[in-house]
Structures are given as structure tokens and as C-alpha cells.
């Protein structure tokens, strides 16, 4: 009787051990996931609305669309004068633009006055935008908050509002505080030579309902000749567990590196969600 006692005894207690190890595995399964999809969000987030910036910065210089006339712009009052507001029409059926992306709807864009004046400031709102169908949602605002100590033109950017809603009907929200200093281009007038420092916070809620926190600890490199942040590191917090995003070197590709607090890294590529 005694042994049958002890090996019912150890069986119910193995049975726990495991069961223990096995929750103990899956919740750090569940707890790696959200920090990933955040990862993933907000990398995407950071590259939908830096994108829209590029799409206002070239309208703005060029004028119009391309060979089939994609986007349309229009400027009112079309006088030179200030305040004065941009519309960037892709249409319904929309176009594809650099970089293979196709974009639908309008992004209206209220311009205080030129933009390299100090005190300058450029609102973006969207109609029914949306790159590759997710779409894209919020206020973004840029100020010119004139040279800082090094000679270097500085900005004041905020996205409030921001919202993705992706294909498959996810959504995903953030916001976003930052400050870019232009490090280089600023002695053109075009805006492909412009490399700009950021430096800065966000925060969201990625597509599983998840908030998240965002600091960017080494300041992020954004040369506009490339469509991807090209270097810089973040540090993402979730649920009190923090990860770092590491966007490289300099190279120009649409990856970065997370690592989670277990140590573990994987490359994720930017502008991804299928």
C-alpha cells in the first residue's frame, strides 16, 4: 500500500511539474508574439508615415504626377502666396509610385509658409489614403524650430491620431513625438540629398490590443534617397518587458533586428503585414 501511495504521489507530482513547465513555456511563447507583432507595428508605422512625408515633399517640388498624370496636385491659392493648401490625389482606383507601392485616396496638406522659414508649420491630414490597402489614418504636423547650436536646421514632427487598418482588418493605433535635425542637403533645393537625425518617442497599440512604448536611444538615420530608416536603435516596452530594434549600419535594405529580453533576435522586414 505504501508504494502504490508513493508512486501515485510522484506521478501527481510530475504531472504538475510539467503542466507548471508547459505554462510556464507557452506564456513566454504568447509573451515573445506581442513583442514581435509590436516590433513589427511599429516599424511599420514609423515607414507608412515617413513614407507620406517623402510623397509631400516630392509633390511639393515637382508638381505633379507622372506619366499618367498620378497623383494630381493642386494648390490653393495658386499664387505663391501663404497659408496655402496641397492636395495629393491618387485617385480611387489609385497609381503606383517609387518603390513599387500603390496609393489610393488624398493626402491634404495646409502649409503656413515656405517650409525653411523658422516657425514654419506643415499640417498632413488623409482622405481615404491608404499604401498598398492599409489604410492610413491621424494628423501629422511638422514646425521649423529654426538652427540649433551646430548650424543645423531642426524640426518639431508629431503624429496624433494615427491609425493602420490592414488588409486582413487589423488595426493598429500610434502617436509619435519627435525632433529631426537635417545633417545633410540642406544647401539644395531638392529634397532627395536631405539626410535628417531623429531623435524622440511614440507609442501604440499593436493588432492584438497590446500598448506599447517607444524610445529612440541612438538617433535614426533617414536619408531620403532611401525609402527605410537607415541606422539607429529603439527600445520598445511591453507589458514591462523591453526590446530593442536596431535598424543597421548605414545599408540601405528594408530590415531590422529585434532583440528580446531573452536574448533571442530575429530580422523583420519592414512594410510587411501579410
Given at each position: 500500500?505504501?508504494?502504490?501511495?508513493?508512486?501515485?504521489?510522484?506521478?501527481?507530482?510530475?504531472?504538475?511539474?510539467?503542466t507548471a513547465c508547459n505554462k510556464d513555456s507557452t506564456t513566454d511563447l504568447t509573451a515573445s508574439s506581442q513583442q514581435l507583432t509590436a516590433s513589427e507595428d511599429q516599424t511599420t508605422a514609423t515607414d507608412l508615415y515617413e513614407d507620406v512625408d517623402d510623397q509631400v515633399d516630392e509633390s511639393i517640388e515637382t508638381r505633379g504626377g507622372g506619366a499618367n498624370d498620378c497623383p494630381i496636385v493642386t494648390v490653393e491659392?495658386?499664387?505663391?502666396?501663404?497659408?496655402?493648401?496641397?492636395?495629393?490625389?491618387?485617385?480611387?482606383?489609385g497609381c503606383e509610385g517609387p518603390n513599387g507601392r500603390i496609393?489610393?485616396?488624398?493626402?491634404?496638406?495646409?502649409?503656413?509658409d515656405t517650409m525653411s522659414n523658422e516657425g514654419a508649420v506643415r499640417t498632413v491630414t488623409f482622405v481615404?489614403?491608404?499604401?498598398?490597402d492599409a489604410q492610413i489614418e491621424g494628423t501629422k504636423t511638422l514646425t521649423n524650430l529654426g538652427y540649433d547650436d551646430n548650424g543645423n536646421v531642426t524640426f518639431h514632427r508629431t503624429v496624433t491620431g494615427g491609425q493602420i487598418t490592414f488588409p486582413n482588418g487589423d488595426v493598429a493605433t500610434w502617436e509619435a513625438d519627435h525632433t529631426l535635425t537635417q545633417i545633410a542637403g540642406g544647401d539644395t533645393p531638392f529634397f532627395i540629398d536631405d539626410i535628417f537625425q531623429i531623435t524622440g518617442g511614440s507609442s501604440g497599440v499593436n493588432r492584438n490590443g497590446k500598448a506599447y512604448t517607444v524610445e529612440i536611444?541612438?538617433?535614426?538615420?533617414?536619408?531620403?534617397?532611401c525609402p527605410w530608416i537607415v541606422a539607429g536603435v529603439k527600445s520598445l516596452t511591453i507589458e514591462d518587458k523591453t526590446v530593442t530594434i536596431n535598424?543597421?549600419?548605414?545599408?540601405?535594405?528594408?530590415?531590422?533586428?529585434?532583440?528580446?529580453?531573452?536574448?533571442?533576435?530575429?530580422?523583420?522586414?519592414i512594410h510587411k503585414w501579410w
Open positions: 500500500m505504501k508504494t502504490i501511495k508513493w508512486l501515485f504521489s510522484t506521478v501527481l507530482f510530475l504531472g504538475l511539474f510539467l491659392p495658386d499664387d505663391g502666396s501663404y497659408p496655402r493648401t496641397v492636395t495629393i490625389d491618387y485617385g480611387t482606383d496609393r489610393k485616396g488624398q493626402i491634404v496638406v495646409t502649409v503656413s481615404d489614403f491608404s499604401i498598398d536611444i541612438t538617433p535614426l538615420v533617414r536619408k531620403k534617397a535598424y543597421g549600419e548605414g545599408e540601405c535594405n528594408a530590415k531590422a533586428v529585434v532583440t528580446l529580453p531573452n536574448g533571442t533576435q530575429h530580422v523583420i522586414l
